[in-house]
DNA sequence: CACCTCACTGACTTTTTGGTAAGTACCTGA
DNA sequence: TCAGGTACTTACCAAAAAGTCAGTGAGGTG
């Protein structure tokens, strides 16, 4: 979803940083607190290695998670929001509420 | 970007709903009221008529927008919000103003 | 010394999405 | 009869996103 630029409007930018398959379950996951990879890889069922770790990283640019390591041994790396993060969260709830509200209503009208 | 199904929270079904490339601009254009289809083809800026199509198609399958033929020469058709696609569009406005807030932010972070 | 965990990384393939360009149908007015 | 305006439709191609799968490094455990 290669987004338009310069951004018309405020959604067409905000789409462009949460766009992509994962990142809107990643973000969710990281709501209650922070994760590590591998918990965020359990978490956010379906994902792989990969996908988690390109879109944890896409978002890592954007400002929207942390990334700190921990220099132990096996590794540990903990991802959280950040405060432009904990905003854009803020912001999705409406939606999310919304897509709670009528779930129903989008499974059945999804297409096949 | 294909959805998760079934959804694992509201953002997912909402996500599926409003995926793709031109369906927020869609959306925003129809805010302010019915849209002839050459309208949309001229606001919503760089969309080709095959793609515009496509994406009503589908918000109209999810019963987000309304379509309306008149019957006339030449043909005129409208499309409008439906009370879903009005809630969806209310759901959308914190995040619309998220990216207008932090545009210059997220202008700065994309990626090349 | 072999094996384990954890967090990656990279090559390659498949799937999905978007774009191009041409054509259709309809009636109107010149 | 022929161009024009409007809203599509189709076939084909390109690009982007996502998936598969194998492999890496570093230190701790048996």
New interface residues.
């Given amino acids: 979803?290669?987004?338009?630029?310069?951004?018309?409007?405020?959604?067409?930018?905000?789409?462009?940083?949460?766009?992509?398959?994962w990142k809107?379950?990643i973000?969710?996951a990281l709501h209650h607190g922070p994760r590590r990879f591998g918990e965020l890889r359990k978490e956010v069922?379906?994902v792989t290695e990969k996908m988690l770790i390109q879109q944890l990283r896409?978002l890592e640019?954007?400002?929207i998670v942390h990334r700190e390591v921990f220099h132990q041994v096996p590794p540990k790396v903990e991802y959280s929001l950040t405060e432009?993060g904990e905003?854009?969260n803020?912001?999705?709830?409406?939606?999310?509420?919304?897509?709670?509200?009528?779930?129903t209503?989008?499974?059945a009208?999804?297409?096949c």
Same sequence: chains 1, 2.
């Fill in positions: 979803m290669a987004a338009v630029r310069p951004y018309t409007c405020g959604l067409d930018a905000a789409a462009d940083v949460i766009g992509g398959k809107p379950r973000l969710w069922t379906g896409e640019s954007r400002h432009l905003s854009l803020i912001a999705l709830m409406p939606l999310d509420q919304w897509g709670a509200d009528h779930m209503e989008i499974e009208s999804r297409p």
